[in-house]
């Protein structure tokens, strides 16, 4: 959809699409990476209150919402925005996600940390046209001219001696038909703002802490049955054939399923079900076993097809006469491991069929059943669940096979409804993965400034995967957009020159928390951070050196200089520790990190301390959230960059659970210090992807900053530490990588 | 079509036919009984969820290598995931549904909102009866020793710093009577 839009935009008529794109491409190519940075807005959509703005009679609303609630806290920024202007207190505001088959065709999926963002002025619109048709109806009700009722705690209420008042509810109560009026009505002022900006509580807090909230996984109905379904060994592995074998004859089986490509089972349990599906007869085609080094091998930077997605002046000509920086970077793999796995439920009916699933993508996926049953897309309904973490994973319908799909292909083979649950080595194993990366920049650093960047990338896919038509929208857009997220560079360098590869990996790649913003922030706060000390110049002053002078620039400051007064920039750090800095451009947020670690030389361990962020979203809706988000994406970002990498061996992803692919516990976890910059005077943006991309080079330039050596390859494992370390101490040049056999994190020596 | 969100009423009826070796056996939750039959390599935490859809115990891994399915088994912290069924006739099983007092929240589950201890609140139930399973250990005294002792509860969405600060507010409340 995305595509469309921008294509759209961009004035591309249907008629002269194929000559234009082919003379046009290579600027093409670029303006969709300037949009994809950020730097493009699309058109608004009007929402239509009565679709989604329920009022109930006992005092209370019930706001449905496109978005999904996976511990960012939209749901409870929406209902802010909602109740600011419908006047009613927060506690009495409840949220639903709304079904495939409720509101309308808009701003669906919860991706981009876009739901605030994209629904600010919607919603408070059509929240605003609500409390206006309650108006006109109380103002006949009571008698009054509308102009003298006050909107005030889900009432009306008349100006003057005489105090009358008519309730929302009893208005709804009598009158059933409603119109939305076409003409625009006045939003609140917001200096009357008395819920946004406000650090209320979650409206799902109740229900989360007392275990009454209902994720995917939870979902049951009367006769619910539990299916599991028959995995591929290896990456390339494909259905040969498929036979029963023990499975009919095992405790609690229902049925044994077996159709094109998917085979599985139904039974009264899930242990019974996993159970008897490891009973069936079944082979697979192995296909090629990949190693980690072919992988490594794929994902390189050089050759043929390089699409340059950023130009300004002749880097490439200055640095072909003239380089002095050059530095190489790799990132791996990374697992989104959300708390809950992958499930739905299904029920089949007569003339269709509806799903409850834990999904950030529900139209994807009501899509993908309907395709995969042979249905309609009207007669499956999709119910959105809590999710138990999304961070991208849930969102893979078309990517990988969904258990949306699974739950519904099962129950309709038993005749029954059916629980599809993923055990977690199927996470692990049959899922998708962040997608590995490779860099090379290059720049010539004069007078304490750089004057041209060249930086090249190879990158897995991360949005390709999601897109119809995937191979021709690779060939045309010649990279992919969701991984060059944080590649764009905006520092104020006269001669930049950005040139990425589109490697598509053989096992499934895709969308994690920030797309390409952690795999790309790596590389270029790690160099900017080298040009500096190359410069001789402190890392924040160079940074502060070369921003623009725009608004851009200016916020940018902003954040750099609170976070380094707020973590003692400058000051001797405590002993035996150092601080690194690092900050990111992120879909209209800008953030800047400072980390501060220790080092154990002999286990080549990282300790993280303390982090101090600082962030600007633009006008807060509730801090609590911001916060919480921060919080969230520096444990993320830090566990990830210190200890998260998944590897393949003979063909498949090694890690098979949370004892092989270590998470950080709450005993890693640092101080983390939260500085919000709030403005009101611009749109808010989005907080909860922009605070991970700084971890991993904050938490380098800090190891360079305490060692005088540079990591290069996330994450940075006490492997890799202690070899940097080796390299440092023998005054040996030091390498990418040492070889990567069966990776193991040691947590204790 | 709505879901089924209240727990199955007792039953030791099977749908279709018992297995042999199938045991009937009497489980004590929340200050309830509950008759089932069940394999003996059945989890409790299968119990709780499939068959008694007490779906407020998460099950994150079920290896035991990550707390989301912690609940009590005698007042002692315990992971429902390497738990059998069987095993725990007798015994007083309390889960995240039992932890309040009717309308009342346990002060733990006050604090985990006034502290913002939970994002996505998968794990939340799990860290909830590990926090306070703990405060009734009372060894956890400093912070480092509350996240050590906690640091077999994974939280993917780190909301880790707001659950140590609503752990140490019920441990300096006046009357924490956990």
């Not at chain 2, 939970?118 to 998968?122: D, E």
């Given at each position: 959809m995305k595509f469309r839009h921008l294509l759209t935009a961009l004035g591309v008529a249907s008629s002269g699409v194929a000559i234009t794109i082919l003379v046009a491409l290579p600027a093409l190519r670029r303006r969709i990476a300037a949009a994809m940075a950020g730097r493009f807005a699309l058109p608004g959509k009007q929402l239509d209150p009565l679709s989604w703005i329920q009022v109930l009679p006992d005092e209370r609303i019930r706001l449905l919402v496109p978005k999904a609630e996976m511990g960012q806290g939209a749901h409870t920024g929406l209902a802010q925005i909602a109740a600011e202007e419908l006047e009613v207190p927060l506690d009495r505001v409840e949220v639903a996600h709304a079904s495939t088959q409720q509101g309308e065709n808009k701003y669906r999926g919860t991706f981009g940390s876009a739901s605030i963002h994209d629904l600010y002025d919607p919603l408070r619109r059509a929240a605003a046209t609500m409390r206006e048709m309650l108006r006109a109806e109380a103002a006949l009700r009571l008698g009054v001219?509308?102009?003298t009722l006050v909107a005030r705690d889900g009432r009306f209420e008349t100006i003057g001696r005489a105090q009358r008042g008519i309730s929302y509810s009893a208005l709804v109560d009598e009158k059933t038909r409603w119109q939305a009026p076409k003409e625009p009505v006045a939003l609140k002022s917001p200096d009357q703002f008395k819920v946004i900006g406000q650090p209320l509580p979650r409206v799902d807090g109740r229900a989360k802490v007392t275990g009454q909230a209902i994720f995917g996984q939870d979902t049951r109905v009367e006769g619910v049955l539990y299916g599991a379904v028959v995995r591929p060994p290896t990456i390339e592995a494909e259905l040969l054939s498929a036979q029963p074998g023990q499975a009919p004859t095992m405790p609690g089986v229902v049925t044994v399923v077996i159709e094109d490509g998917f085979a599985g089972v139904v039974a009264e349990t899930s242990a019974q079900a996993r159970a008897a599906r490891d009973a069936m007869d079944v082979t697979w085609t192995k296909g090629r076993l990949w190693q980690q080094a072919d992988l490594e091998e794929l994902v390189t930077v050089g050759g043929a097809h390089g699409v340059t997605i950023q130009r300004a002046g002749n880097a490439h000509s200055i640095l072909a006469q003239d380089t002095t920086l050059r530095a190489e970077y790799r990132t791996g793999m990374v697992a989104h491991a959300s708390m809950e796995t992958q499930a739905a439920l299904a029920v089949a009916g007569t003339s269709g069929i509806t799903v409850w699933t834990s999904t950030q993508a529900e139209t994807f996926t009501a899509r993908q059943v309907a395709q995969a049953l042979g249905l309609n897309v009207r007669q499956v309904e999709v119910i959105p669940t809590f999710l138990g973490g999304g961070f991208g994973r849930k969102a893979g319908d078309t990517v990988v096979s969904s258990a949306a799909v699974e739950a519904a292909r099962l129950a309709r083979a038993a005749g029954a409804p059916v629980h599809v649950g993923w055990e977690r080595r199927e996470e692990f194993r049959n899922g998708y993965v962040r997608p590995m990366t490779h860099h090379k920049l290059a720049a010539r650093v004069r007078g304490g400034r750089i004057e041209a960047v060249a930086w090249q990338e190879a990158s897995g896919d991360s949005v390709l995967g999601f897109t119809p038509h995937r191979e021709l929208v690779a060939r045309v857009v010649g990279f992919d957009p969701g991984a060059t997220r944080g590649a764009w560079i905006y520092y104020n360098i006269p001669h930049r020159a950005t040139t990425v590869w589109r490697r598509r990996m053989p096992l499934a790649t895709g969308q994690w928390r920030g797309l390409g913003l952690v795999p790309n922030l790596f590389p270029i706060e790690s160099f900017m951070d080298e040009a500096a000390h190359a410069a001789g110049q402190d890392p924040l002053h160079f940074r502060l050196a070369h921003l623009s002078s725009d608004e851009d620039g200016r916020r940018m400051a902003a954040v750099l200089t609170a976070a380094a007064e707020r973590a003692g920039w400058g000051t001797t750090p405590p002993a035996g520790r150092a601080r690194g800095l690092a900050c990111c451009y992120y879909h209209g947020t800008v953030v800047a990190e400072i980390a501060e670690i220790s080092l154990d030389e002999v286990a080549g361990r990282i300790r993280l301390h303390r982090v101090v962020a600082a962030i600007d979203c633009g006008r807060v809706i509730n801090p609590h959230q911001v916060r919480g988000q921060v919080k969230g994406c520096v444990v993320m970002g830090a566990s990830s960059a210190l200890m998260e990498e998944l590897t393949v061996k003979d063909g498949r992803v090694v890690a098979g659970g949370l004892d092989e692919y270590l998470l950080f516990t709450m005993a890693d976890t640092p101080a983390i210090d939260t500085i919000i910059l709030n403005r009101p005077d611009v749109k808010p943006s989005g907080c909860g992807e922009a605070p991970i991309g700084p971890l991993a080079p904050a938490i380098g330039n800090a190891f360079y900053a305490l060692t005088g050596v540079r990591l290069r390859h996330l994450p940075m494992t006490p492997q890799r530490v202690l070899a940097a370390l080796a390299c440092r101490r023998d005054d040996q040049p030091l390498p990418l990588d040492e070889p990567m056999a069966r990776h193991r994190n040691e947590r204790n020596l | 079509m709505s879901l089924r969100t209240t727990n199955k009423a007792t039953s030791s009826v099977q749908p279709g036919d018992a297995t042999a070796g199938d045991c009937a056996i009497t489980l004590h939750i929340n200050g309830r009984d509950y008759a089932l039959t069940v394999e003996p390599r059945v989890t409790l935490l299968d119990a709780l969820r499939e068959r008694l859809l007490l779906t407020g115990t998460k099950k994150g891994c079920d290896h035991g290598q990550c707390g989301a399915c912690t609940v009590h088994i005698n007042g002692e912290r315990a992971l429902a995931c390497l738990t059998l069924a069987v095993m725990q006739q007798g015994h007083e099983i309390t889960t995240i549904e039992g932890l309040a007092e009717g309308n009342a929240l346990h002060p733990l589950q006050q604090a985990f909102i006034a502290q913002d201890g939970?994002?996505?609140?998968?794990c939340t139930p799990g860290q909830i009866m590990s926090a306070a399973a703990l405060v009734r250990e009372?060894?956890?005294?400093?912070d480092d020793e509350i996240r050590e002792l906690m640091s077999g509860n994974i939280c993917r969405c780190g909301a880790y710093n707001g659950i140590v600060d609503a752990i140490v507010a019920v441990l300096e409340a006046p009357d924490a009577a956990v």
């Open positions: 001219p509308p102009e | 939970f994002q996505c609140g998968f009372g060894r956890a005294r400093t």
